[in-house]
Every structure is written in structure tokens, then in C-alpha cells.
């Protein structure tokens, strides 16, 4: 009787023990995450990215959150961002560490997070990263919002400005002040002269006459496009495969091409864009030296055309870098200027081929 005893014992006790020990067993992947409020970017991650994971594995996948607020959090940012190798000019939100790999933008999270999850809890799991920095930010509360608040998709009514976008923080520090301020005084300047030149091409357009012009100017387009295709291409190289950019000592320009407004629609990269303008630009200048009739007679037109729109858009583009990114691009402006230059340099020829033949002056 006592053997039966314990043998329903022991059963009873191994239906209590077994569960126990199999949640107990499950595995955890641990993940930190700089976001800051604003953020575009940190939103589409915690919005679109988090919530999937979050109601595919629950318990299994446990992100803490940091907000950056202030110089403290973005100092923080920085130091911990410097101990993975990664530069300032390179740092950004949101900026995600899930074990030795780092993450940085959001689609740098949603292209690699989900598998990197999946991968960890095959193998047992993830403890938080073990980067001494982060020590004393572990031991705290969390900040919001709560892995919890998370999983439920946050909708606004209306979308908020932005101060950064993904690859800067919030927060400049004192040390790179000066740098940043290099940079908005280089773009506000190139944006006065681009305003300038576009108000000086229409109104010499609209009255027919040249208030200076020099031989070279027209031989300067096809280098001027030639330096601007490579500028585009690099642009586009950096917008599609999501690597940092050489920024030089003035602006972020990774913050820019790191921005929504990199691409038009959220499809089309605008250094593409330029690339593919620029080529337009070489095949109308080439064609406007040809002897082909009418087309090359308004080849010059077609070339003016493409300059003025492509001023008028680095117009728009260097408003944004100014007044709605907070960084700015010395790439971009060096675009800006060229496509000016060519504005400026083609005007000769528009008005040449406005101007009537001797056949039509002798009728």
C-alpha cells in the first residue's frame, strides 16, 4: 500500500516538477536599446519591429529600453557606441546591442533583429550585453516605454517634428559645437547663393539678356556634371547599402543620408535621383553641340530645364538639413553647388536658343 503511495506521489509531484523546470529551462535572449522620443526611426521600430517578436516569443525576448534625454544619456551613447568601434559621426537611434553585435537605424533592426532572435534561442538563449557600461544602467528600472507598452503599436494623430533623425542624437556635445555650426553656417551660405542664382537665371530668361558670361562656362558643364554623377553615385552607395558615409570635418552627413528624406517616398534614393539627372545633363549638353536639327537647337533648353529643377530641389533639400534634420551633409552641399554652377553656366545657351535665326529675322 505504501509503494502505491509513494508512486502516486511521485507521479503527482513529476506533473508539478516537469512544467516547472521546462519554463524554467526556456530560453531568454536579452537585448539593450537607445531610443529617443521624436525619433522617426524608434518609432517605426517600436511600432512595426518590436511588437511582432514581442507577441511571437513573449517572455523569450526581454529588450531594455533606454531613453536618451539629455547630455548624460547621449554621452553615454557615445562612450558605449566608442567601446563597440563604432565613431560618433556613426552613432546614432536607435542603437540596439543584442550580445558583441550592434545595431544602429531601424532598418539595420528590422533586417537583422528577428533572425538574431530566432538564432540566440536555438542556442539556449542571451544574457544582456556584458559591456561594463552598461552595468549600472542595468541595475535600474527600465525607462519607458516597458517591453509591455511595447507590444501594444502606438498611434498618433498627428506626426511630430524632428530634431534628429537616426544616425545623430538628440544631443550635441560641446566638443562638436563648433563643428556643427561650420556646417550650418557652409549650407545657410550655399542656400542664399542657390536662391540667388535660380531669382538671376529667370529674370534674365524672362528679359532676354546676359549680364555676364565667360567663353569656359559652357566647356565647365560636362566636368561640373562629371564630378556630380561621382558624388551622386556615392550617395547612392551609401543610401543602399547602409554604410557609413566619410563625412570629413564638417556636418553629419550620416545623419542626413541616414534620414526619411534620403529617399523620395521612402523608395527612391535621391542620390539616384542626381545620378540619373546628371547623366541627363552630359546626354543634352553633348547633343546640343551636335548638328541635329531642332533637337539640337533646344537641347540647351532640356539641359537649362534639368538644372533648374535639380537647384530648385537642393533648394528644398538644404531647407531640410537646416531647419527639419539638424545636419548637414557636405556631400549634399557639394551637389548643391554644382548643379547651381551648371544653372548659371547654361543660361547662355538657353538664350541663344530662344533667340531667332537670320532666316527668321530676314522674313
Known amino acids: 500500500m505504501k509503494i502505491k503511495q509513494f508512486s502516486l506521489l511521485f507521479i503527482l509531484l513529476a506533473l508539478f516538477v516537469v512544467p516547472v523546470q521546462a519554463h524554467a529551462q526556456q530560453p531568454v535572449v536579452h537585448a539593450i536599446m537607445f531610443w529617443m522620443d521624436g525619433c522617426p526611426h524608434c518609432e517605426d521600430v517600436i511600432q512595426n519591429v518590436l511588437p511582432p517578436l514581442q507577441q511571437k516569443y513573449g517572455d523569450q525576448f526581454d529588450l531594455f529600453m533606454i531613453e536618451v534625454k539629455g547630455q548624460d544619456d547621449v554621452n553615454l551613447l557615445y562612450q558605449v557606441a566608442e567601446s563597440y568601434g563604432i565613431p560618433r559621426d556613426g552613432t546614432g537611434v536607435p542603437f540596439l546591442i543584442i550580445g558583441e553585435q550592434v545595431l544602429v537605424g531601424s532598418d539595420q533592426v528590422r533586417n537583422q533583429l528577428p533572425a538574431l532572435v ?149 523608395i527612391l534614393p535621391v542620390g539616384l535621383l542626381g545620378g540619373v539627372g ?56 557639394s551637389s548643391a553647388i554644382i548643379i547651381t554652377l551648371i544653372l548659371l553656366f547654361s543660361l547662355n545657351s538657353t538664350l541663344q536658343a530662344f533667340a531667332p535665326s537670320d532666316e527668321e529675322d530676314l522674313e
Open 278 to 333: 546628371y547623366i541627363a545633363i552630359l546626354a543634352a549638353w553633348f547633343v546640343g553641340r551636335q548638328r541635329w536639327g531642332w533637337l539640337s537647337k533646344y537641347a540647351p533648353v532640356a539641359l537649362f530645364g534639368m538644372a533648374l529643377f535639380g537647384t530648385v530641389f537642393s533648394i528644398y533639400l538644404t531647407y531640410l538639413e537646416l531647419f527639419v534634420i539638424y545636419a548637414v551633409c557636405i556631400w549634399c552641399v
Open 118 to 266: 530566432e538564432d540566440y534561442l536555438t542556442h539556449g538563449g542571451l544574457d544582456f550585453p556584458s559591456n561594463p557600461l552598461l552595468a549600472d544602467v542595468l541595475s535600474a528600472s527600465p525607462s519607458t516605454p516597458t517591453p509591455e507598452l511595447v507590444a501594444q503599436p502606438q498611434v498618433e494623430s498627428t506626426p511630430q517634428p524632428v530634431s534628429r533623425e537616426a544616425s545623430a542624437p538628440a544631443v550635441e556635445s560641446s566638443a562638436e559645437a563648433p563643428v556643427k555650426n561650420n556646417g550650418f553656417m557652409l549650407a545657410a551660405v550655399v542656400m542664399v547663393f542657390m536662391v540667388l542664382v535660380t531669382l538671376y537665371s529667370l529674370a534674365s530668361l524672362a528679359i532676354g539678356k546676359l549680364y555676364f558670361h565667360a567663353s569656359w562656362m559652357e566647356a565647365a558643364i560636362p566636368i561640373l556634371s562629371v564630378i556630380g554623377l561621382g558624388v551622386a553615385f556615392y550617395l547612392t552607395y551609401v543610401e543602399t547599402q547602409s554604410v557609413q558615409a566619410i563625412c570629413g570635418p564638417v556636418g553629419d552627413c550620416n545623419a542626413v543620408q541616414s534620414s526619411s528624406y534620403s529617399k523620395i517616398w521612402g
